[in-house]
């Protein structure tokens, strides 16, 4: 049966940003409940996150590489995009007629693709685009971590080619990207050095980390120990001593480039042997399935913090914007 036809238009409930600013521009109100395209489906939304990223976008506080791009996609006066929110997970309500790939009643997970909008109750989603069926062994608040941390960290470890021996250090590890990406680097036979604050080196220490170091009390780059790998998911890290603190052939990977990271890597580049590699993580159906082919075989975990509703929305943020999130801050709808 088309579930189009027995679906009925009602009200959902949605977080609105209306501009830029602090947490004081979000607001919780109702639209009508969307009916999905015929290349879509309809997900009655479970779990969303909290990212940096969401943060970022509501005040506006983006890297200058990208501020004039991502402001003229977002809005320039004032967001066009109703609703922040990068990953959900969920069950599919209804479908559109030329779906053939998912059913009503589906458990999903599934990215915006840089479009942004999940803190609501209910959202379309083209087929085509990042979405998958749920891991038997993930729950939904589980699942709806793997679309940011997860896609972004399987695509900045295999920029890395990381071989079994090698060292890797992850600066900025004890959020939603750096703990996928331990886990990541560990089931690839590195030996793993994880950077974040002091509270949240037990937990990287659970999830395969073999050394934690707190960023407030040492300097990795002034510790004499030289690494294969330097992974700075924080984009904090200073550019001259990492690289010294790179080895032969060592690879810098940033995930939050500057213009001056981008142009001194092409002179580390032409000068020595070490490389210095940035990039955008796209979300991909076959990094999808990949990556829910590893959480089913044990490999990778969601490490979750602290769970919110969209009631609490504006506390969800503030808690994630003063830098205590470890692991993902989840919304449960």
């Not at 990068?86 to 479908?95: F, K, N, R, S, T």
Request: with cysteine; proline share 3%.
């Amino acid at each position: 049966m088309n579930t189009l036809a027995i679906m009925k238009s009602t009200k959902m409930r949605i977080v609105h940003f209306n501009r830029y600013g602090s947490t004081d521009v979000l607001e919780l109100g109702e639209v009508e409940k969307p009916m999905p395209k015929d290349d879509e489906v309809l997900i009655k939304v479970r779990a969303t996150t909290v990212t940096a990223g969401d943060c970022e976008l509501r005040a506006f506080k983006i890297t200058p590489l990208f501020w004039l791009p991502v402001r003229l996609y977002i809005g320039v006066f004032r967001p066009r995009i109703p609703t922040l929110g990068q990953e959900l997970a969920g069950e599919i309500e209804a479908v559109g007629k030329d779906v053939t790939s998912f059913k009503v009643g589906d458990a999903v997970f599934a990215g915006t693709g840089g479009k942004i909008g999940t803190y609501l109750e209910y959202k379309c989603q083209k087929v085509t685009h990042s979405i998958a069926l749920k891991p038997t062994n993930m729950s939904f608040e589980e699942a709806a971590t793997i679309p940011t941390g997860g896609l972004n960290a399987i695509y900045f470890m295999e920029m890395a080619n990381i071989k079994p021996g090698e060292s890797i250090l992850i600066n900025g590890a004890g959020g939603s990207i750096g703990s996928y990406a331990v886990q990541m680097a560990k089931s690839l036979g590195a030996v793993v050095t994880a950077v974040d604050t002091g509270r949240k080196l037990d937990m990287l220490l659970s999830i395969g980390a073999d050394k934690v170091i707190d960023y407030k009390q040492q300097d990795f780059t002034q510790m004499g120990i030289t690494y294969d790998v330097i992974f700075d998911v924080a984009g904090k890290c200073k550019y001259t001593p990492t690289v010294n603190a790179l080895k032969e052939k060592g690879r810098y990977i940033q995930s939050n480039p500057s213009l001056e990271v981008i142009f001194r890597g092409l002179w580390t580049k032409w000068t020595s042997s070490k490389r210095v590699l940035t990039g955008l993580a796209g979300e991909s159906l076959e990094q999808l399935a990949k990556l829910k082919e590893m959480i089913e075989a044990g490999k990778l975990k969601a490490v979750i913090d602290k769970r919110f509703t969209l009631d609490d929305i504006v506390a969800a943020q503030q808690y994630v914007e003063a830098g205590h999130k470890s692991g993902n801050v989840i919304v449960v709808v």
